[in-house]
């Protein structure tokens, strides 16, 4: 007889110049979750990979997706996908292709990308990925709150740069069941009613989120990247989340 589990698999996958190592400390708060919880590492971003730079969003894409088959819940609810930041445009695309796979989609200071829509579109074509910038031109796009000193050098010690190919790369939307899929929005660095009514308003960053058909909304006031700055915190939402019905 296959013993029942509480939650379903979950997979995180994280933005810009981040491997699966972002996730540790989240990893050592999930508890009796733990067992069934798996960071990856995107397809460009692995730092032993000699054609990283080549990698594609597809390539992404299609990883994610094997992640999905792998994590096989033997109940058949899918897996629950947490997608931090830059994570949100091949997590997109897999919602848009799979939906079926996945129990609950989980952006965290993220959210959903419009058909049609590129990272960096005009990206130079003369470069072939973009490094980590500085600190301090990095706080200018994106809130270090609650980062520690350690946690940074940590970041820029294991920071892998970003191909090219995904910067530049379209995501291709048609299938309207993944807004089926129950979704909770993490909001971070900007709150979760000001995501709400710029989604309401049309804003081209946000708009796809009122098209969800249940919305989740929860606060977790720091920087963009909590998995530092609150780890506990939010291995308490991912749990939450991964356990309610949807």
Known sequence: MTPSHSTPPII???GHWLGAWAWDE???HMGPDRDRTVA???PGLDPDDPERSTRTLEDQ???IHNALIRSGDPEGRGSVLVAHSGANAPVSLVLDRHPHLVH???WVDSGPMAPGTAFAPDFPPELKELPLPSFDELEQQASLEGVSEAARDRFRAKAVPQPAPVLRAEVDLTN???WAVPTTLVCCS???AQVQELAGGGHPMFAEVANFETLEVVDLPTGHWPMWSRPADLARIIR???SGTG
């Open 176 to 178: 309207d069941a993944r």
């Open 40 to 42: 990856v590492t995107l």
């Open 12 to 14: 995180l996958v994280a």
């Open 190 to 192: 900007i709150s979760g």
């Open 240 to 242: 939450t989340a991964a």
């Open 61 to 63: 894409a299609s990883a």
């Open 26 to 28: 989240v990893l050592d």
């Open 104 to 106: 609950r989609v989980v």
